[in-house]
């Protein structure tokens, strides 16, 4: 059994592959997925397969959403799943509630971004890490998406935890854009929120076009607010364009259609959405957010900029102004490659199998 909050963005992509994997598994007889109605991406989330039971629970992030959230419980235990994989920070809390129940099921949690990573008070941090380090003995395995996840987690029981950076399947895309225009295309893909500096990005935007009266960066921006804290105001211009949420197939079709994607997150846990691009052969900017880094590699499959720096944002965009087409799709083969190589979803699979198994195993 999976278990969300929130199941939108990144940890809907990861659950969609995930469980449509886990579905053409012999040895798994049956996959409940049990996430919020509200919020969560529901189109992404629906399953040919009969093993899988998607199960939809009421919910809103607040105290008493919270309290609903660790009251699932018996809807879990009625199930009777052999293991119990919780995805997210608030997800994880039912590592509390299902130990106080009895539980004997064997329990796995994946952060998907650790909370006391995120830009906070220190006293915030220090309780996050707190929370964790004591619900750490709750659960049988912890994953960490990423060597920087697992880096900054060592405060935690080593033997709890396990590395398995995050990928996608590959898929083929047919390129269909030349980009002869003077106008250079960028692609934005996710929620208007602080964490992924949707702010910075269209300031810098702004004062990159200000310089110039022939070349222009036009942004198409995919996304919209989760929580109703989008912090920009989001007003078409002849150079930005907001899109809201767009179906998996739309987003597959914005990537061959824009040059590259920018990702100017202030912190992130992995962002699944650099191996989107970089399979698709698109030029990846990034912030040095988190994990980006680990992805991205700077002056081979995209540039990498200083989080919260709309300077060092705008010095990114001025390059990318200037990169010819030549030049463009060199950082996009470079990313293909890169993906193959370090990113194969066959590889996931294969680590994700095995944990179930020393898990189900273990006593």
């Not at 799943?81 to 608030?90: C, E, G, N, P």
């Not at 890490?129 to 994953?143: A, D, G, Q």
């Not at 809201?244 to 992995?270: D, Y």
Request: aromatic share 8%; with cysteine; net charge positive.
């Amino acid at each position: 059994m999976h278990v969300a909050e929130y199941a939108s963005g990144g940890v809907a992509t990861y659950l969609k592959n995930l469980i449509d994997e886990q579905s053409k598994n012999n040895n798994i007889n049956k996959i409940y997925l049990l996430c919020s109605s509200n919020k969560s991406d529901l189109d992404l989330l629906k399953f040919k397969s009969e093993k899988v039971e998607v199960i939809k629970y009421k919910y809103t992030r607040s105290l008493k959403g919270i309290f609903k959230l660790l009251m699932l419980v018996p809807t879990i235990k009625k199930k009777k799943a052999d293991i119990i994989h919780l995805h997210s920070t608030f997800a994880g809390l039912l590592r509390i509630t299902l130990s106080l129940s009895g539980y004997k099921k064997k329990i796995i949690y994946c952060s998907h971004g650790w909370a006391f990573n995120k830009e906070t008070s220190l006293l915030n941090k220090y309780t996050y890490m707190f929370i964790e380090k004591i619900l750490s003995s709750l659960c049988n395995r912890i994953i960490n998406i990423s060597e920087n996840e697992a880096d900054s987690a060592k405060f935690i029981n080593k033997k709890k935890m396990v590395t398995i950076k995050n990928s996608i399947p590959d898929i083929k895309l047919v390129e269909r854009n030349n980009f002869e225009d003077k106008c250079k295309r960028l692609l934005f893909i996710g929620r208007l929120d602080k964490q992924k500096g949707i702010d910075i990005l269209i300031k810098a935007v702004n004062k990159v076009n200000g310089k110039h009266r022939k070349r222009k960066i036009h942004l198409s921006v995919v996304g919209d607010s989760i929580l109703e804290d989008s912090i920009i105001e989001k007003n078409n211009t002849k150079e930005i364009s907001f899109l809201g949420w767009q179906t998996s197939n739309n987003i597959q079709e914005m990537l061959l259609n824009n040059e590259a994607l920018v990702i100017p997150s202030r912190w992130e846990g992995f962002g699944l959405i650099s191996l989107e691009a970089m399979r698709a052969e698109r030029m990846v900017l990034a912030s040095d957010a988190g994990a980006l880094p680990e992805i991205v590699r700077n002056n081979y499959t995209g540039l990498i900029f200083k989080r919260n720096s709309i300077e060092s944002l705008e010095k990114i965009l001025e390059c990318f102004l200037n990169l010819s087409s030549d030049e463009l799709k060199k950082y996009g083969e470079h990313g293909r490659e890169i993906y193959i190589k370090d990113f194969n979803y066959t590889h996931l699979i294969e680590q994700m199998n095995k944990l179930y198994y020393e898990v189900a195993k273990s006593e």
